[in-house]
């Protein structure tokens, strides 16, 4: 008999069927399933709900955080405005009152000039080219607002007015100027020197010219009148005298 080689008895490895099979994940899934997995792919991309509130709210905080400081801003911006136009009046006030004061001092240093005018003028020195200065001088100071007070008659104004002389008059019912020595000037309502005057003031003790302007027409009759307002007669004289013809 013939021998057989060594080697033949062992039969040939054949691979396993589970071992070469391709693997689950690895298999092409149905159509259902894959557009399945493509949804929970794309679910897992986009944010959840509780993520979306949670940007809502940061937003909103954001906004109210923008309103806030747009409201500080602006009442910033306003408080700046009402500070800058109280300082505008503040300003022109004081500009006011700076040119009223250096009027005020500059034509205070011209009234000795001016009362000496007047005084020329009284006198009847007030003639040729120095009236026409004088003149002109008295119109440039009312132009700058300098106006003359103080008259003969007026009531007596402590306020405007300097009492230089007194006397006692029984033609003034209350104390009145009667002489002017020196006339006041003002700038508007402001003084810049009283009126000086001489005063009078009605005789203490004297009647009112109203009573006495009526004491003839009070109803009664005259000491010695009878009613009929006739004198007595020379008869009824003497005899109410005791006396006689015949002594």
Do not use: W
């Amino acid at each position: 008999m013939t021998k057989e080689p060594e080697g033949f008895d062992e039969k040939p490895e054949v691979p396993d069927a589970d071992a070469t099979a391709t693997p689950p994940s690895e298999a092409e899934a149905p159509d259902g399933e894959q557009e399945q997995q493509a949804d929970r792919g794309a679910g897992d991309d986009a944010p959840e709900g509780d993520d979306k509130a949670l940007i809502e709210a940061a937003l909103t905080a954001q906004l109210d955080q923008t309103r806030s400081a747009l409201n500080e801003r602006t009442q910033d911006l306003q408080r700046l405005q009402a500070e800058f136009q109280n300082y505008r009046r503040r300003v022109d006030r004081d500009r006011v009152q700076v040119k009223e004061v250096a009027v005020a001092n500059l034509l205070t240093e011209l009234l000795p000039v001016l009362d000496d005018i007047g005084r020329a003028r009284d006198h009847g020195e007030l003639v040729g080219g120095f009236k026409q200065v004088a003149e002109s001088l008295e119109m440039v100071a009312a132009k700058m607002g300098l106006a003359q007070f103080g008259e003969e008659g007026e009531p007596f104004d402590p306020t405007v007015h300097e009492a230089l002389m007194h006397s006692y008059s029984p033609e003034v019912t209350e104390t009145t100027c009667v002489q002017i020595l020196q006339p006041g000037y003002r700038i508007g309502e402001r003084t810049i020197r009283p009126a000086r005057v001489g005063v009078a003031e009605p005789q203490p003790g004297a009647p009112a010219k109203d009573s006495a302007g009526d004491a003839g027409t009070d109803g009664g009759t005259p000491e010695g009148s009878d009613a009929s307002g006739d004198a007595p007669a020379a008869g009824d004289a003497q005899k109410e005298n005791g006396g006689s013809e015949d002594g």
